[in-house]
């Protein structure tokens, strides 16, 4: 991430804070999730983890997923915020350019929360095989 992106990003990490223990959460992460689906295309690489990234910010959001730490969640929560915001370090509007930040904090989110996106996965992967039985 560039200076700008940072700076953008560690505001992100401030709301988010904020927005932690709202009752909105979930409701804020379908919002994002529709948004990004719109703009799919702009995120091919990344596609698959920032889904995970929405998936695993609704099941700690529902309190169906608790095995994550605080930090991960202001993180994953930091991006979407990010993402959402149309005026962040290059605005939305800007053609094809206002999504090149939003993917490289995904970029960055994903890359720093491997692990813990790994275990959100082999959680998801069990929870689904258990439902198939």
């Known amino acids: 991430m ?3 992106e940072k700076k953008s990003y560690a505001k992100a990490l401030e709301s988010a804070e904020k927005l932690l223990g709202s009752e909105n959460l979930d409701q804020f992460i ?3 999730e529709a948004r ?3 703009h799919v295309e702009r995120f091919s690489e990344l596609w698959v983890s920032i889904q995970t990234i929405l998936e695993m910010g609704k099941a700690w959001a529902r ?7 605080k930090k991960t969640m202001l993180s994953v929560l930091a ?7 149309p005026f962040d370090a290059i605005p939305d509007f800007l053609a094809s350019f206002g999504f090149l930040d939003d993917a490289a904090v995904f970029a960055f989110v994903i890359h720093s929360l491997r692990g813990d996106l790994q275990k959100f996965r082999e959680w998801q992967n069990q929870k689904n095989t258990a439902m198939e039985e």
């Open 2 to 4: 560039n200076k700008r």
């Open 79 to 85: 991006a979407i915020i990010y993402f959402v915001n």
């Open 63 to 69: 309190r169906e997923y608790k095995n994550v730490p």
């Open 30 to 32: 379908e919002k994002a």
């Open 36 to 38: 990004a689906t719109r």
